[in-house]
């Protein structure tokens, strides 16, 4: 695993720092000119602020070692993060869905122009955030910065919209076009559908890891193909790979020849376990329990939930 915590964390800050910035510029330049879109825009960065401090909690959390209550680690604290960032997400599109609604049907106001380049400042910072939170999520492999930089790329089409529409509105007011006004909450409605989406996405992935979901079929076959690498491995019984915050937790029940030794069935399972470690960095533990394997004999497939009979 290779998940660097205080690195991670640094790049959560830097977002959370941004958010509240930004935050405060819309707002105010919103109110100081009159600016539905920009007000909206800004109310949604104020929700990021939330979700920011969301994750440098989590990713604090997912760092603490393994404990008595908690044996497998904090790592799932990133995923319930994650699943808070596309709530907050949800609840922002909505919030804007509602605002350019409103703005279509209530009265026309002229749009400044420092309104449209305060808009414009928005998008290409959020642009540049985007781009570092999204490196240094891969980098780290951190959900939550998957999850913060999913958020900032809805809040560039967020910023994009709404300088869209105010860009198309000051030049509308400018030369006299008529309904240019309308541009503004148009664009508005147009980037909430998009928002949305992006949040629906992260909730399900994040609720199909807290439920314990397997990995997808493509991994697990590379996971079995580590196994199926040593020959003393004559079959697979049950591999099983899910999950565990940023780290993944595979339990697998392989056959490898009866005459084996108990020592050697050890070393065996060690050397795997050492390969795929070695080759899946995001792979934290390998559980291997060891079937006997007979030439010959036709093998019976174990239960997946092995389970005790009543004497």
Do not use: C
Not at 95 to 107: D, R
Not at 142 to 157: E, F, G, N, P, R
Not at 160 to 175: D, N, Q
Not at 218 to 243: C, G, H, M, T, W
């Amino acid at each position: 695993m290779t998940y660097e915590g205080p690195k991670a964390l640094l790049t959560a800050w830097v977002s959370l720092v941004s958010n509240l910035l930004l935050t405060l510029i819309k707002i105010i330049f919103g109110l100081i000119f009159h600016s539905t879109a920009l007000v909206a825009d800004g109310v949604h960065n104020g929700g990021d602020v939330i979700a920011s401090i969301a994750t440098i909690g989590s990713m604090k959390l997912s760092n603490h070692p393994a404990d008595r209550e908690h044996p497998y680690g904090h790592g799932k604290a990133e995923d319930i993060s994650t699943a808070f960032i596309s709530i907050v997400l949800i609840v922002a599109a909505l919030f804007l869905s509602y605002e350019a609604v409103k703005a279509l049907f209530g009265p026309i106001s002229s749009v400044s122009l420092w309104a449209f380049i305060a808009a414009l400042v928005s998008a290409l910072w959020k642009w540049l955030l985007y781009l570092y939170t999204n490196k240094a999520a891969y980098r780290y492999h951190s959900k939550s910065l998957h999850a913060t930089a999913a958020d900032h790329l809805a809040d560039i089409y967020a910023s994009i919209a709404a300088a869209l529409g105010l860009g198309i509105g000051w030049i509308g007011s400018v030369l006299n076009i008529p309904y240019t006004h309308f541009g503004d909450p148009v664009a508005g409605i147009v980037v909430s559908i998009l928002i949305l989406r992006i949040a629906i996405v992260m909730i399900i992935k994040a609720t199909n890891v807290l439920m314990e979901s397997s990995v997808d079929e493509n991994a697990q076959e590379k996971y079995s193909e580590v196994f199926l690498s040593f020959p003393e491995v004559k079959k697979i019984d049950i591999l099983r790979a899910r999950e565990h915050g940023n780290a993944v937790l595979i339990d697998a029940q392989i056959r490898i020849p009866a005459s084996y030794t108990i020592q050697e069935g050890d070393d065996l399972t060690e050397a795997i376990r050492t390969k795929m470690l070695r080759i899946y960095p995001d792979v934290e533990e390998v559980l291997i329990h060891i079937n006997p394997w007979y030439e010959g004999r036709e093998l019976v497939e174990p239960d997946s939930v092995p389970h005790l009979k009543n004497k």
